[in-house]
């Protein structure tokens, strides 16, 4: 009787506060509506300014290194030209990015035998470096209508003496993978810019090189060595942008990160105006329905919360599973140890094991059973297998949020580490140092990813490409599950592994 009693009460109670609904409905919808509209102006512009703040600083860093590098390896193609300047010649110039060239100090090209070419000696950079400065960067360079690049010169001494120029020329759409990286959307831009007011390079790619000097650019960099401002036309392709800028004072470049202003404010107020337009009969109509939307819900909620216990139930039980399943695996990583084996076989045998475990184990700690966060997941593994890397070998990753199923998610982790394991084993023979580097990326053009392995060891003694080896065998093997396409390149500074594959479409 009192159960029934409290069942009854709870009817009328639940009536009066639909009722009361229905009344504040027409007054609390639009004043809430309101702040809403308020609120979410605000957290977009403070979002795109610190969005594009982040991208100008990731942005600075990926230019600085690569100048840097780049004068590195300058510096490294100079010593290699000999002493004489009348005996200098192209063919030791090796960019992993781009093309090299060497002047003489008339300004010649210098071919790979030795020859004279086309002069440049009245470039204004050639005769910058011909005074006595160390080093410049060129403006954007344009050839045809597909051909983009920069230069980055070094001065050529010999004997204290100007001996000539040598020239890394990059192509201008090295700023795409930066561009990938930030992610600010359509109509967004990395730049690079010189002091001077001259393009260096920007993507998307410009139809021609410019110089802005005279631009708002110029007038915030005087004003300040970083900051954000709103461009309301760019004198490049005249869209409204947001702009991040970072002054490197030592390089004399100025590297942007700019984000289409329709993808912010603009872009917010014409969703709030589309949205309205949608939404007023609807308001109309939900005043009338709300009541009996409300009963429904009532009728319903017992069923809800059942269902919902259900569902908890069953998520445990995947949970147990997938946590027994990877408490199995452990115990047969633990009996593989104790068999009479060789170490190395052993040790292949239980970091392949431990791979499959980790799946099951970010699925039950994620509770996710659907989906699999690649990089939580990549990033388990490879922390596993950093521990078992040879001395003075490092191990570092780049991976992008990326979403895929378990069984896509199981082959990729085998994959990484056979093709990483297989680097430890055979690009690092007798103490030798080095890095291998991995990297997982989705470009925005396609729904295909893109694994890469690199390292600077010796090379692997099998690979995907040949071999008759397991590793090889089963990287093969993996590839086809990922339907994917790998292909390995060899040369002196290691091995490069890469891996394209579609990404499976999650239901």
């Not at 795409?176 to 990395?190: C, E, I, K």
């Not at 084996?341 to 059973?369: C, G, N, W």
């Not at 966060?373 to 490092?394: I, K, M, T």
């Not at 570092?396 to 680097?423: C, F, H, I, R, Y």
Request: glycine share 8%; net charge positive.
């Amino acid at each position: 009787m009192v159960i029934g009693i409290k069942r009854s009460g709870a009817k009328p109670g639940g009536i009066r506060a639909a009722i009361a609904l229905l009344v504040l409905i027409p007054v609390l919808v639009p004043l809430f509506a309101a702040a809403l509209i308020w609120l979410g102006e605000r957290e977009v512009t403070a979002a795109a300014t610190d969005k594009v703040r982040a991208a100008a600083t990731l942005a600075s860093s990926n230019v600085r290194l690569l100048v840097e590098s780049t004068l590195e390896k300058l510096r490294l193609q100079d010593e290699q030209l000999g002493p004489d300047p009348k005996r200098f010649t192209a063919r030791t110039l090796t960019f992993v990015n781009g093309f090299g060239a060497v002047y003489d100090a008339a300004g010649f090209q210098i071919t790979a035998n030795g020859e004279r070419d086309v002069n440049i000696g009245t470039n204004a950079e050639f005769q910058v470096l011909a005074k006595g400065k160390p080093w410049v960067v060129t403006p954007l360079l344009v050839f045809g209508q597909n051909l983009r690049f920069f230069g980055i010169a070094r001065r050529v001494e010999r004997g204290g003496k100007f001996a000539g120029v040598i020239t890394a020329y990059i192509p201008a759409e090295i700023l795409s993978d930066t561009w990938n990286a930030v992610g600010l959307g359509q109509d967004s831009t990395v730049g690079v810019i010189r002091d001077d007011g001259w393009l260096v390079s920007r993507f998307p790619l410009p139809k021609e090189t410019q110089n802005i000097s005279s631009g708002q650019l110029s007038e915030n960099v005087r004003k300040a060595p970083e900051g954000i401002f709103n461009s309301a036309s760019s004198p490049i392709d005249n869209v409204s942008r947001r702009v991040g800028y970072v002054v490197q004072k030592d390089l004399g470049l100025v590297v942007t990160a700019s984000m289409s202003r329709t993808s912010t404010v603009e872009g917010f107020w014409a969703r709030v105006r589309s949205t309205a337009m949608v939404a007023a009969p609807i308001f109309v109509a939900m005043v009338f329905l709300c009541g009996w939307a409300v009963l429904l819900l009532m009728r319903h909620e017992r069923n809800r919360v059942e269902l919902e216990l259900a569902l908890q139930q069953n998520k445990m039980l995947f949970q147990e599973i997938h946590h027994r399943v990877k408490n199995n695996l452990q115990q047969v990583a633990s009996l593989v140890r104790l068999q009479q084996a060789p170490a190395a076989m052993k040790e292949d045998l239980t970091r392949r094991i431990v791979a499959m475990s980790a799946v099951h184990q970010h699925i039950y700690e994620s509770d996710q059973f659907g989906i699999l966060d690649a990089e939580a997941y990549l990033a388990r593994v490879l922390s596993s297998l950093r521990d078992s890397a040879p001395p003075g070998v490092e191990l570092k990753w780049t991976l992008a949020p990326l979403q895929l199923s378990p069984d896509q998610a199981l082959p990729l982790g085998m994959m990484v580490n056979e093709v990483v394991s297989n680097a430890f084993k055979h690009g690092f023979p007798n103490g030798r140092a080095g890095r291998v580097t991995i990297t997982l990326v989705r470009p925005l053009d396609g729904n295909d990813a893109v694994l890469t392995v690199e390292d600077t060891g010796v090379g692997m003694s099998e690979t995907p490409a040949g071999g008759q080896g397991l590793g090889t065998r089963l990287i093969a093997g993996f590839a086809g599950q990922l339907q994917g396409k790998a292909d390995v390149t060899r040369s002196s500074d290691g091995v490069k592994f890469e891996l394209k594959f579609p990404v499976q479409p999650q239901k």
